[in-house]
Nanobody, 120 residues
């Protein structure tokens, strides 16, 4: 199985920055697309950004120009740099990874979530 450990959330003032990290571990054979999603209170979980194994990225329109996703394949880690944060960015941010395990097929895995709160 694959375990995901997220870190980096917290309370930040509007206009501030945060870096979220998500490290994957376990019986990993290969990791494919990695991404970040978020869920605000009373709303559905939504895509923030994804990055392919080769580095191709995709961003939600709401965060384009303010957010950068990156990954370190050697460390099985994906990062999310959040800049110019707005109160509407307040949400629980979840890491999602498509990975194959030794002897198994490709499945999607979710992290436990990390809270990002933007408030003055």
């Amino acid at each position: 199985q694959v375990q995901l450990v997220e870190s980096g959330g917290g309370l930040v003032q509007p206009g501030g920055s945060l870096r979220l990290s998500c490290a994957a571990s376990g019986s990993i054979f290969s990791i494919y697309t990695m991404g970040w999603y978020r869920q605000a209170p009373g709303k559905q979980r939504e895509l923030v950004a994804t990055i392919s194994r080769g580095g191709s990225t995709n961003y939600a329109d709401s965060v384009k120009g303010r957010v950068t996703i990156s990954r370190d394949n050697a460390k099985n880690t994906v990062y999310l740099d959040l800049n110019g944060l707005k109160p509407e960015d307040t949400a629980v941010y979840y890491c999602n990874v498509a990975a194959s395990v030794l002897g198994g097929g490709v499945n999607g895995y979710w992290g436990q979530g990390t809270q990002v709160t933007v408030s003055s």
